[in-house]
């Protein structure tokens, strides 16, 4: 065999050596989990809490009717701005203007029958004095002396009635004068008609213990507006009085306005505030709006995030990495055995063992699942309080991958079409 056929046969022999040395690590690649991975950073964070709802006016008025009647005239119209004291309606005071002259008729009759019971009460007095003197004179008799007595605490019984009388007929007139004072209705606050509900000619219901009255007209002070959030009830315990929020409407999509928690509701509403029965148990939280634009409306729509929490430099992953699980049961088992299938008292204790974690990459390539403490979660990212140090490199996606990871398995890390702001490594 010639030197030149024996260094072919040692070239072929490398060739296929080499293939067979990359077909192995290109097999070993493929059967490895592919996964994306991100460093553990510091990083600002802010917690937030998302609502929707309504905007209204902190100061709105219903007004309604204390007196019954048709409306004869009505001042103002949808969207006027009034100042406190202006007319906004009549209401028909023909009746009520009766009624009071009747009773202002009556008062001045008890005081001109106060005034000659007052006559006969002197008269009888002048009676009682004279018999007096005649009976000790023996010249009237005891009986007459008497008689004289009795009508003199007639007089004075009768004069004491006509006194009560007449402040009955006076408090009657102070009713009455107060009813027809309520025929007209001015504003109460100085504001914007925001709603209208009612024409002239219409009647006003006078409302009852059942029965909600006529509301003729709503006037809002629209120099304060408040947003009506709908929070839900696993965020309220986070929402505290002063804190910031920003706001988006509906009607001015391209700006946002700053906001601060006024008030948290007490009870849950049983309400959207879309006007819709709601199953989920939501919590008022109003939230007033820092310069409100000068057309503003009740009634518009408005979303909000309330900052709840802040902070400058916390120890920070991507939200996508966390993953709950008992430790115990990420572990490859080393030998096959049956399964046991578990009672509801075994289920509910093995679910106590749950933790939050992360599948660290080790050095290796293999990785480890690290249990960890949390605390505020932005939108994207949560805060880590335990459990991991700057640097690290952790597990945060895809999904099926996190879901079937086990500990010691070894992963392919794979962040190009993670992002521009990914890890690359390759």
Known sequence: MTRRIKVAIGVA????????????????DKSLVRVTTAKVAKAPLVATVNCNGRVQAKTKVDISSQVMGQIVTLAVIEGEHVKKGDLLLQIDKVQYDANAQATQAGLDALFAQREA????????????????????????SEQNLQK???ALDSAKANENADERRIEQARQNLLANKDSL??????????????AKPVEAGENAIVGTMNNAGTVLLTVSDMSIVEGEMEVDETD?????????????????PDKKFDGVVTEIGGSPITKSALGTDSSAVNFIVKVQVESPPSNIRPGFSVSGKIETDR???????PIPAL???????????????PTPVPTPAAAAAEKKKDVEGVFVVKKDGAVDFRPIKTGISADLQAEVLEGLADGEEIVTGPFKALRSLKIGDRVKVDNSAAGPDAEKKS
């Not at 022999?13 to 070993?28: F, H, M, N, Q, T």
């Not at 007209?184 to 504001?191: L, M, N």
């Not at 902070?311 to 992953?317: D, N």
């Open 117 to 140: 019971d007052k006559f006969t009460r002197e008269q009888a007095e002048r009676d009682l004095e004279r018999t007096k003197k005649n009976f000790e004179a023996h010249i009237e």
């Open 148 to 150: 004289a007595q009795l």
């Open 323 to 337: 993953v709950v699980a008992d430790p115990a049961s990420l572990e490859r088992p080393k030998g096959k055995k």
């Open 13 to 28: 022999v490398a060739v296929v050596l080499i293939l067979v040395v990359v077909a192995s690590i290109v097999s070993r």
């Open 236 to 252: 309220i315990p986070h929402v505290k009085i002063g804190q910031k929020a920003k706001l988006t409407f509906d009607a001015y």
């Open 311 to 317: 902070r400058a430099a916390a120890l920070a992953i």
């Open 181 to 194: 004072k309520k025929t007209t209705i001015t504003s109460p606050i100085d504001g914007i008609v925001t």
